[in-house]
């Protein structure tokens, strides 16, 4: 699984502790399955979010952290008038990021909550054939 923290400014990160913070505990009514977090963060969200994944001790649960500002220059070429700026594109340098034995991914921002234990969705992977 992954999921993409964008972070505009610095001073946005305590807004984005706000969402992770919601988004767990809502999480945690359906969530069943071992979940493995690849963030794109600056250092202070990375901080915030280390300590709130180490606070909550939820079981089964793996974070790993990639620092968006080495990542910047891979997109901040690109034209883009996007709300959230170069860290939209970020998406576009996920496999120059994430670990090569990663086969499937799930893309979320974190403003997504989920209704229901987010293994439905991975399930869906199953139904791919080869040329998906």
């Known amino acids: 699984m992954f999921c993409f923290l964008k972070v505009k400014e610095k001073n946005s990160a305590?807004?984005?502790y706000r969402r992770s913070e919601?988004?767990?505990e809502h999480r945690a009514l359906f969530w069943r399955n071992p979940l493995h977090f690849h963030f794109i963060t600056d250092s202070i969200a990375q901080q915030?979010?280390?300590s709130l994944f180490h606070t909550w001790m939820v079981p089964a649960v793996r974070v790993d952290f990639y620092d968006a500002d080495?990542?910047?220059s891979e997109v901040s070429w690109i034209p883009n008038k996007h709300y959230s700026g170069i860290y939209g594109l970020m998406k576009l340098v996920l496999?120059?990021?994430?670990p090569s034995d990663l086969q499937r991914v799930i893309v979320l921002d974190?403003?997504?909550t989920f209704a229901t234990d987010i293994a439905e969705l991975w399930?869906?992977?199953h139904k791919f054939?080869?040329?998906h």
């Open 14 to 16: 305590w807004q984005e």
């Open 22 to 24: 919601c988004v767990s």
């Open 48 to 50: 915030i979010l280390s």
């Open 70 to 72: 080495e990542l910047k």
């Open 95 to 98: 496999t120059k990021t994430l």
């Open 110 to 112: 974190t403003d997504i």
């Open 123 to 125: 399930a869906v992977f």
């Open 129 to 131: 054939k080869g040329v």
